[in-house]
């Protein structure tokens, strides 16, 4: 990434397992952008799962929003669940929970071990979450 502008990246999409590799394909574009190593951008990957799956987990999710900055040699990346209106269809929130979403617990290990920084939080009609990345080395230019 030339300079050190901050970029601002949004997605929108169903809360459905095929539409997360959208989210780990833009997470490791902005990453790459970046000159993340090829090991933090696999993380990077594995850490936009755990951000969907705990967004999604337990409850009837109609859409994932998703943002991605990048700044400088770091990136956060915020994320909410909407939860499915009455009559609204439903994405993938009880299909994940009963299939790939893990125990907070480990899903808190799991981030500690991946990311700098990591958090969320629960409201009446949404869920956030959001981690942050810093690239650990310096590139020469």
């Known amino acids: 990434m030339s300079g050190e502008r901050a970029e601002r990246i949004e997605l929108r999409l169903p809360a459905t397992v095929e539409w997360l590799a959208l989210a780990r394909i ?20 594995l850490a936009i799962d755990e951000l969907c799956l705990t967004l999604v987990e337990g409850r009837p999710t109609s859409y994932l929003e998703i943002c991605f900055e990048a700044d400088g040699a770091a990136l956060t990346v915020h994320g909410t669940a909407v939860a499915a209106g009455p009559g609204e269809s439903t994405g993938a929130g009880a299909a994940l929970d009963a299939d790939l979403a893990l125990s907070s617990d480990l899903s808190t290990r799991i981030l500690d071990a991946l990311v700098d920084a990591h958090g969320s939080e629960d409201g009446s009609d949404t869920r956030r979450a959001w981690l942050r990345k810093q690239r650990s080395r310096q590139t020469t230019t």
């Open 26 to 45: 833009t997470g490791a574009a902005v990453a790459s952008r970046l000159d993340f190593s090829y090991d933090e951008i696999s993380d990077l990957r």
